[in-house]
């Protein structure tokens, strides 16, 4: 195989990716059932009560949003090790931190992007207010790729041990508490009238930062994981 | 000595938090001891089995 | 003089030399910290006056306090010892970070349990969403992280090493942590109840308080002694040494 260019070499993993993903198009629709099921269950288990699905609708959707990504997280790089073409991406001449980027990148369309889409339907039914759909929109336009990024270190990190379900719940708390905080402040702010700019130029600083040294980091763990 | 334990009235909150801190470090200081215990006897028991071994092969090659 | 270090340290960082090193001192510190205890248990507990606010409950301050302590400096022990683990590649500094993280969740589990029971007479809750308990109950999950993902992996090195890393990941985001939940606070005005105050804290209750803290410090060293020796013993079993420290200690009595 001869040495590709390296925008072509990023083209080829994204589109073998997106390829494959559109394949098994069942798996795609599974976070989005699981966050439909999920956000329905509140208000059965709340009471119907308009003021106060107004109330969590924002907190609701970002947790429902987040648990559907972290129940298709384990999955981003485990088909890839199980055929070998992980151990593969990692010994080609193009850097590996660019080409888990791209994977990453295809993670990300595949499983936040359909939940984005379906977003609006989850706050709609739980009464958010349309005036803060927007915000909403934007806080999950920047929440989604970070949990996408961090998970996907953590992901590399269990990349070397057979069950690993529980375990990246557990490592992923603590990382995405602030994307949460942040991202449910800027909603709970423009709820309440107040300004909400801060909390999301908050986070998109932490999203520039987690762009740039997320997929540096995905790289060394998968490294340490499968012992290169 | 009846007024140290009441602790003002707050008795109830008082010991059981040092009894919390006292048997999570004993536990934890415990743990590796056993540990080590068990391992040491494991290790033992693979050394005598070895032994054994060693020496049932060997005592055949002298007969022979 | 810089020669004679590098070389000291080195004798320091295998495992035969370390395990007889850390066999002998480990009595001591485990004795230091037992009497350090002890003086700072009759200060805290029999000396020190009651609080003119709180009476005697704030005399779980003299555990709360330096378990909180314990719970950042075991993590900041474990992150350096792991940044050593990751870069050189030293047995003995892996088995020190993973060894630590267990010492660490037991100092942060005392540290939010005694809180709580200290909260439930003070702020009449058991738990409430405190800028600084939510953060102490974040770096727990973190320990836990670290613990979990050293076992999930069969081969011990290996899950050392990704544990190791997850650890280093884990300290940049403990300030990140703490920020975003004082900033949720604000945004939330939660309970403002503080324990401390401003004011300042008399010195018949200081000292007990700094004499616990170098009690458990003492005892850190101890118990991850200890647990070195422990897991260095698991990690070399193949290895001459340790097999001659188990002939050696072999009990008269055990050998059936």
């Known amino acids: 195989m001869n040495q590709a260019s390296l925008p072509r070499a990023c083209a080829e993993v994204l589109r073998r990716d997106l390829t494959l993903a559109w394949r098994r198009r069942g798996d795609i629709a599974m976070p989005v059932l699981y966050a439909l099921i999920v956000a329905t269950l509140f208000p059965f288990a709340l009471g119907p009560e308009d003021a106060l699905l107004q109330r969590i609708a924002g907190g609701v959707v970002l947790v429902t949003v987040l648990l559907a990504m972290l129940l298709a997280l384990d999955a981003m790089f485990r088909s890839d090790i199980e055929d070998g073409s992980l151990e593969q991406l990692v010994l080609a001449p193009q850097p590996l931190a660019l080409m888990l980027a791209m994977k990453i990148l295809a993670h990300w369309l595949t499983t936040a992007l359909p939940l984005i889409v379906v977003a609006p339907l989850l706050a709609g039914m739980l009464h958010l207010p349309l005036a803060v759909m927007g915000v909403l929109l934007l806080a999950l336009l920047m929440a989604t790729p970070m949990l996408s990024l961090l998970g996907a270190v953590l992901v590399a990190l269990t990349a070397g041990t057979r069950r690993s379900g529980m375990l990246l719940a557990l490592m992923l708390l603590p990382l995405c508490v602030p994307v949460v905080i942040f991202a449910a402040g800027a909603v709970a702010a423009a709820q309440q009238g107040l300004p909400w700019v801060a909390p999301i130029a908050w986070l998109g600083a932490a999203l520039a930062l987690a762009l740039v040294l997320a997929p540096l980091a995905c790289a060394a763990a998968l490294r340490i994981a499968l012992d290169a | 000595m009846s007024h140290f334990f009441a602790m003002g009235g707050y008795a109830a909150y008082v010991w059981p938090a040092y009894a919390v801190f006292f048997i999570v470090l004993l536990a934890d200081f415990v743990s590796p001891l056993l540990r080590r215990r068990r391992n040491l006897r494991e290790l033992r028991a693979r050394l005598a089995r070895q032994t054994a071994r060693q020496h049932r092969s060997a005592t055949p090659a002298v007969n022979s | ?256």
């Open chain 3, 1 to 256: 003089m810089s020669k004679w270090i590098p070389l000291w340290l080195h004798k320091l960082g295998s495992p035969p030399i370390f395990y007889r090193f850390a066999g002998t001192l480990r009595p001591w510190f485990l004795g230091l910290a037992l009497v350090a205890g002890a003086v700072a248990l009759y200060g805290g507990l029999a000396l020190a006056p009651a609080d003119y606010q709180q009476g005697d409950a704030y005399r779980i301050i003299f555990i709360h306090v330096p378990s909180a302590w314990m719970g950042l400096f075991i993590y900041g022990v474990m992150a350096v010892a792991s940044f050593v683990a990751l870069v050189w590649r030293i047995k003995l500094a892996e088995a020190v970070a993973m060894e630590s993280a267990p010492i660490g969740a037991a100092f942060t589990f005392i540290t939010l349990v005694t809180g709580s029971l200290w909260g439930k007479p003070m702020w009449g809750t058991w738990w409430t969403w405190d800028a600084r308990l939510t953060s102490e109950l974040v770096l727990l999950f973190l320990y836990l992280g670290v613990i979990g993902l050293y076992h999930a992996f069969e081969d011990r090195r290996q899950g050392a090493r990704a544990a190791a890393f997850l650890a280093i990941i884990g300290i940049i985001n403990v300030p990140i942590v703490h920020f975003s939940v004082n900033w949720w606070n604000t945004l939330h005005q939660g309970s403002t109840v503080r324990i401390l105050g401003p004011s300042k804290i008399s010195a018949s209750m200081l000292w007990p308080l700094l004499t616990m803290m170098v009690a458990t410090k003492l005892y850190y060293v101890a118990s991850l002694f200890g647990r070195v020796r422990a897991d260095l013993l698991e990690l070399e079993s193949g290895k001459d040494w340790v097999r001659r420290i188990a002939t050696e200690n072999s009990v008269p009595g055990e050998q059936a």
